[in-house]
Antibody, heavy 120, light 111 residues
Framework: QLQLQESGPGLVKPSETLSLACTVS??????????WAWIRQPPGKGLEWIGT???????YSNPSLKSRLTISVDTSKNQFSLGLTSVTAADTAVYYC????????????WGQGTLVTVSS | QSVLTQPPSVSGAPGQRVTISCTGS?????????VHWYRQLPGTAPKLLLF???NRPSGVPDRFSGSKSGTSASLAITGLQAEDEADYYC???????????FGGGTKLTVL
């Protein structure tokens, strides 16, 4: 059964870089049928798509975050990663890594999510 | 401000039918892109409920159905049960933003 697990610091200082990794188990990140995405949810608010990556490293990014965003993939570790620079309190959220079925498509498997708080 | 608009809350008594609307525009739902629905129980990650407008993943009961017309879509839940109390989100693709977009979410309360 496919599982996705986020990992990374739970606290990041303002103006610094948020870095998260997602480890995929129970399936290969190089499957041609799927893409891999990051979605976030500020406390008490709705969902926001951050970006999507294919195992070949083709990426799609939310235009509102694109200038600060890096999404990468490491097929040898079956992982993909998120980097978000110059963070502010508005970036405080639960960050989910998810499997993206087709682009444009839908998200059929979600990690449990990890809360990242931006605070000094 | 979400690209897709959902009512903040809906409610219904056990056994009743409720619907949740999702209104978009000509660059997303109106452009023919599929609508997908997710359910989020308190303190947990969202879970896919319907994909491709009205397709249920394995394990989702047929009490849940979806429809799409023009620039809107809706989720219908029949035979409402206490465990249906959750937040529901619609999602589609927007050709102007060139990416996935979500509704703001609807909190379903079972009375």
């Amino acid at each position: 059964q496919l599982q996705l697990q986020e990992s990374g610091p739970g606290l990041v200082k303002p103006s610094e870089t948020l870095s998260l990794a997602c480890t995929v188990s129970g399936g290969s990140i190089t499957s041609s049928d799927y893409y891999w995405a990051w979605i976030r949810q500020p406390p008490g608010k709705g969902l926001e798509w951050i970006g999507t990556i294919y195992y070949s490293a083709v990426t799609y990014s939310n235009p509102s975050l694109k200038s600060r965003l890096t999404i990468s993939v490491d097929t040898s570790k079956n992982q993909f990663s998120l980097g978000l620079t110059s963070v502010t309190a508005a970036d405080t959220a639960v960050y989910y890594c998810v499997r993206d079925v087709v682009v444009p498509g839908y998200f059929d498997n979600w990690g449990q999510g990890t809360l990242v708080t931006v605070s000094s | 401000q979400s690209v897709l608009t959902q009512p903040p809350s809906v409610s219904g008594a056990p056994g009743q039918r409720v619907t949740i609307s999702c209104t978009g525009s000509s660059s997303n739902i109106g452009a023919g892109y599929d609508v997908h629905w997710y359910r989020q129980l308190p303190g947990t990650a969202p879970k896919l409920l319907l994909f491709g407008n009205n397709n249920r993943p394995s394990g989702v009961p047929d009490r849940f159905s979806g429809s799409k017309s023009g620039t809107s879509a809706s989720l219908a839940i029949t035979g409402l049960q206490a465990e249906d109390e959750a937040d529901y989100y619609c999602q589609s693709y927007d050709s102007s933003l060139i990416g996935s977009v979500f509704g703001g979410g609807t909190k379903l309360t079972v009375l």
